[in-house]
């Protein structure tokens, strides 16, 4: 269950590597899995995190 953040390791970005449009640079980034809530009625965000207001 994802109730928090949790590290994507090499491993990890290799298992989700066809599911996803993404090139993960670990020698420059680290990445996360973060749960979050998106508002499907509203018109902006697309599934993008909005700012916390």
């Not at 109730?3 to 390791?9: P, S, T």
């Not at 989700?16 to 509203?42: G, H, Q």
Request: charged residues 30%; contains cysteine.
């Amino acid at each position: 269950m994802l109730y928090e953040q949790y590290d994507i390791n090499k491993r990890m970005a290799n298992c989700i590597a066809n599911t996803i449009d993404f090139s993960f640079d670990f020698d420059k980034y680290e990445y996360f899995f973060e749960t979050f809530n998106v508002d499907a009625d509203l018109e902006i965000g697309n599934g993008v995190r909005l700012k916390d207001h």
